[in-house]
Nanobody
């Protein structure tokens, strides 16, 4: 069984920084793309950033230049470094990973349980 577990959320003041981490555990063949999404109260879940197994990254316009995403493929972890945080960054942040579980080339989507990030003075 595959699990994604996030950590690092919390309360931070506007302009501050926070780092989220996510670790994939269980039995699987390979972790492909890893990503972060976020969901603010009353809103849909939005994509934030993606990092491919090649290391290529992409970001939503709303966080470009403020957030960075990195991964440790040996440890199957992904991190989101958030800087210059704004109140509108307040949301539950979810880790997502496309994981090849077995010998089949099929890839399945997995989600973490979410971690709350609150930006407030």
């Amino acid at each position: 069984q595959v699990q994604l577990v996030e950590s690092g959320g919390g309360l931070v003041q506007p302009g501050g920084s926070l780092r989220l981490s996510c670790a994939a555990s269980g039995t699987f063949f390979r972790v492909n793309a890893m990503a972060w999404f976020r969901q603010a109260p009353g809103k849909q879940r939005d994509w934030v950033a993606t990092i491919l197994s090649s290391g290529i990254t992409s970001f939503a316009d709303s966080v470009k230049g403020r957030f960075t995403i990195s991964r440790d493929s040996a440890k199957n972890t992904v991190s989101l470094q958030m800087g210059s945080l704004k109140s509108e960054d307040t949301a539950v942040y979810y880790c997502n990973a496309a994981i090849r579980v077995g010998a089949s080339p099929d890839v399945s989507d997995y989600w973490g349980q979410g971690t709350q990030v609150t930006v407030s003075s």
